[in-house]
């Protein structure tokens, strides 16, 4: 199986005053291209920032990272932000929409951001709408939407851009359980049928099992 992350001897140690905290320890980790894969840990662990440094949203204090083969350490900024955009989508807790955005605009917003043209990701979009259930919400406001319907436009948009790799911060954190059972069931069918890699960070055993493989990270150490 081809490796979409790539992870050997990662270590991250951050600096509070004269002290220096080590929050990931040496973690060597290879996910599969098309795995879907729950990171799960207490409070603390390092899951969130292991998460980040995939991403290339923090920087490693040594170790190496490779995204599809491509090694974040030696990429250039411009480079990097252009893997970020089109090779990675990112799904947070709180959904981080543009507020005085409706859904359609919300979810085009990383191609206007890349360069390209809103009419180049139309036929994507109305795919997109159709996947996540919003086609007869698409002019709406994200004040007009619930928690789950928010998470929904998150997820589309970090679907437009056709990224390989999706990375998922506590997707249903702030969510009710019936929503959240629709977000997870959502990210499945997204793993099943369209192959995209899915790496999600989650507290919970039970969004855990969609995915394919669980890794439990304790004390900045993968067990």
């Known amino acids: 199986m081809e490796a979409a992350v790539n992870i050997i001897d990662l270590c991250k140690t951050y600096k509070l005053g004269k002290l220096d905290v080590e929050v990931l320890k040496n973690i060597s980790l290879i996910i599969g291209t098309g795995e879907f894969v729950s990171i799960m840990g ?45 090779d990675i989508g990112f799904v947070f807790q709180f959904y981080n929409l543009i507020p005085n955005l409706n859904v359609e605009e919300n979810i085009i917003l990383p191609v206007l951001l890349d360069g390209k043209s809103a009419k180049s990701c139309k036929k994507n979009l109305e795919e997109l709408l159709e996947i996540v259930g919003l086609s007869d919400r698409r002019h709406h406001t994200p004040r007009e939407l619930s928690g789950g319907q928010q998470q929904r436009v998150a997820i589309a948009r970090a679907l437009i851009n056709e990224p390989e790799i999706i990375l998922a911060d506590e997707p249903i954190g702030n969510l009710d359980s019936k929503s959240g059972t ?12 369209k192959g995209k890699t899915i790496i999600q960070v989650t507290h919970s055993l039970e969004a855990a099992q969609y995915g394919k493989r669980i890794i439990n990270v304790k004390d900045g150490r993968v067990n």
């Open 182 to 193: 629709e977000i997870m069931q959502l990210l499945k069918t997204i793993n099943d049928e």
């Open 42 to 86: 207490p409070s603390g662990s390092g899951k969130s920032t292991l998460l980040y440094l995939i991403g290339g949203l923090d920087k490693p204090t040594s170790g190496s990272i490779k995204i599809m083969g491509k090694e974040l350490s030696v990429m250039k900024d411009r480079d990097e932000s252009i893997m970020r955009r089109r």
